[in-house]
């Protein structure tokens, strides 16, 4: 599923080709997927129809101003201030396809876009979702977008600040991964980078999140910073479908340090990286540098003290060695650190 640095880089990769672009024409091939967002007087959403209004809802006739994300989503806005926020689903992809290429016959193209740049010329934009978990949404302009369905999202993972994360954070006792994943709370998430995050600050995924110390706290705040960045950078993860606005696929999967690899020796410490369940989700973390709060906590813990290794011509961050240096000082005997103040 896409998460924040895939629609991001996504954004990024469309900017040159959308941005000033003309919106001759749109086309919606499958009604269901296109939502005008505003809500009717009985606060849900309007059935949607194939009316000319629908494909003015998508810009027909404007011209395309800029590109916005917010979490997983992306909002293209017209000059007329006219909204079409899209979200990618499990296997939407958002592309680009200059004027003189040739589209693939496809049965999971929804929406379509004819453009033309000031230069004349011309390119389509498709929108496809295989899995139909996405979806099209119209909006009169980016404060009704504001009000509907982007009041459903916390603040932006990517800009998130300290004291946004401790009072996301700071009112509720679910573990931090379930805490992280949830999209009203903190938006851009999902499985891959709040494994990341966690295993980065040396968290247990099965902290409650109003455990967590003002340190643990800010050094969350900077690994979902680091690894957010560094992952829209490559180009986001490869996940079956996702592509970039121009087709070609991610590249951050050789640098998960956890996600997916389960079993496999910790790239820090070298101790088995082990999987749980936590909010109904896989969760991957390494049982040495990310021990459990305190005992009995936490549930399981599957790790059962594995050795830790020192190695000095090991890459190691600070971070490790906090949490390694805390496992030791608990199995020397001393009291666990502990995680509320
Ligand atoms: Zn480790």
């Known amino acids: 599923m896409p998460e924040l640095p895939e629609v991001e880089h996504l954004r990024r990769s469309l900017e040159p080709a959308l941005l000033g672009a003309k919106i001759l024409r749109a086309a ?57 926020c899209i979200h990618l689903g499990m296997s939407g992809q958002l592309r680009h396809v200059d004027g003189g290429r040739r589209i693939e016959p496809n049965s999971h193209i929804h929406v379509r876009w004819w453009l033309e740049r000031s230069a004349g010329e011309k390119g389509r934009l498709i929108f496809r979702d295989p899995r139909r978990f996405g979806g099209v949404w119209t909006y009169p302009d ?22 946004e994360l401790v009072s996301a954070l700071g009112g509720t006792s679910r573990p931090v991964k379930a805490a992280l994943l949830d999209q009203a709370l903190i938006a851009g998430l999902g499985n891959i980078y709040v494994d990341e995050a966690l295993f980065r600050s040396g968290v247990h995924p099965a902290t409650p999140a109003d455990a967590l110390d003002p340190r643990q706290v800010a050094e969350l705040q900077r690994s979902i910073r680091v690894i957010l960045r560094r992952a829209i ?14 087709g070609r696929a991610g590249r951050f999967a050789v640098d998960h340090a956890v996600y997916g690899r389960a079993g496999r020796p910790c790239l820090q410490c070298g101790s088995v990286l082990i999987r749980s369940l936590i909010g109904q989700r896989t969760t991957v973390n390494c049982p040495s540098c990310q021990p459990p709060a305190l005992a009995g906590t936490t549930g399981q813990n599957h790790g059962a003290n594995p050795p830790v290794t020192h190695d000095p011509d090991e890459q190691s961050t600070n971070h ?12 020397s005997g001393s009291l666990p650190t502990p995680y509320r103040k």
């Open 142 to 163: 980016r404060s009704a977008l504001e009000a509907h369905r982007w009041s459903r999202l916390g603040p932006d993972a990517l800009s998130v600040s300290r004291g």
């Open 320 to 331: 490790v060695r906090r949490s390694a240096g805390r496992r030791v000082g608990r199995s």
């Open 233 to 246: 950078k490559a180009g986001g993860t490869t996940l079956r479908d996702y592509t970039d606005g121009s």
């Open 28 to 84: 919606v091939l499958r009604d269901d997927m296109v939502h005008p967002g505003e809500p009717n007087s009985r606060g849900a959403e309007e059935r949607p129809s194939r009316s000319p209004s629908m494909t003015a809802g998508l810009l027909r006739g404007d011209s395309i101003d800029r590109l916005e994300r917010r979490g997983k989503q992306l909002a293209i806005i017209g000059r007329s201030g006219r909204v079409v």
